[in-house]
């Protein structure tokens, strides 16, 4: 299974990003699929997870009301909408694929996920 994310860049604070994962996988529909981000010397986070129905979604607490998580399964890809970027959100943003299908509570640690994109990185600037 491969994650392509891409969508990262240099923004001014208060800018907007929108981030994308697209994989080739056919059962990308069955899985939950998650955001997480990793800040220069700090450890891997997470940040948004949307169910397998995409009836549920999930949030850390500095991404509420700024980030909204979404997909489209026909297209197999998940997307990160990021508004009112701040500086504490530059890091490299990784995709990951829930490790068990059809389940709406994919968790919010890495472990509950066994497939990772590369990553890109989203810079901020004050």
């Known amino acids: 299974v491969q994650l392509q994310a891409c969508g990262g860049g240099l923004v001014q604070a208060g800018g907007s990003l929108r981030l994308s994962c697209v994989t080739s996988e056919r059962t990308f529909s069955r899985f939950a699929m998650g955001w997480f981000r990793q800040a220069p010397g700090k450890e891997r986070e997470f940040v948004a997870a949307i169910g397998w129905s995409a009836g549920s979604t999930y949030y850390t607490k500095s991404a509420k009301g700024r980030f909204t998580i979404s997909r489209d399964n026909a297209k197999n890809t998940v997307y990160l909408q990021m508004n009112s970027l701040r500086p504490e959100d530059t890091a490299i943003y990784y995709c990951?694929?829930?490790?068990?299908?059809?389940?709406?509570?994919?968790?919010?640690?890495?472990?509950?996920?066994?497939?990772w994109g590369q990553g890109t990185q989203v810079t901020v600037s004050s």
């Open positions: 990951a694929r829930c490790r068990n299908a059809f389940t709406d509570v994919p968790g919010t640690t890495q472990d509950g996920y066994d497939y």
